[in-house]
């Protein structure tokens, strides 16, 4: 999708992906490390996904679950969240998780 962010992230960004889905750091972070799980197909929310997606974005939680864990040992626990819809507070419309890891 043209206009989409999430459809135009540059390879620079990419932490880790695999054909189904990538993560990122987000640009906003609630916390330091905060990381987005995105599907490479262009779905408005975590319901579009297929059983395929949900697994590989499940591959690419744990690898950057992994990743937070290595870059900061403070971390004792993660947030994972998913905005589907407008009044849910979604803004980017392009189904993403978060990973929030909490110190």
């Known amino acids: ?6 459809c135009n992230v540059t390879d620079d960004r990419v932490l880790f ?3 189904f889905a990538f993560a990122i750091k987000d640009n906003f972070p ?4 905060h990381c987005l ?16 997606e949900l697994i590989r974005c499940d591959d690419l939680l744990k ?17 994972i969240g998913m905005n589907s ?11 993403h998780i978060h990973l929030i890891p909490r110190r």
């Open 1 to 6: 999708m043209k206009n989409c962010i999430f």
């Open 37 to 52: 799980i995105i599907p490479k197909r262009h779905i408005s929310d975590y319901f579009s996904m297929d059983k395929e």
């Open 30 to 33: 609630v916390t330091p490390l």
């Open 63 to 79: 690898k950057a679950k992994q990743y937070i864990e290595l870059e900061d040992k403070s971390v004792k626990g993660f947030n």
């Open 17 to 19: 992906q695999n054909e």
């Open 85 to 95: 819809g407008e009044v849910a507070g979604q803004t980017i419309f392009h189904c």
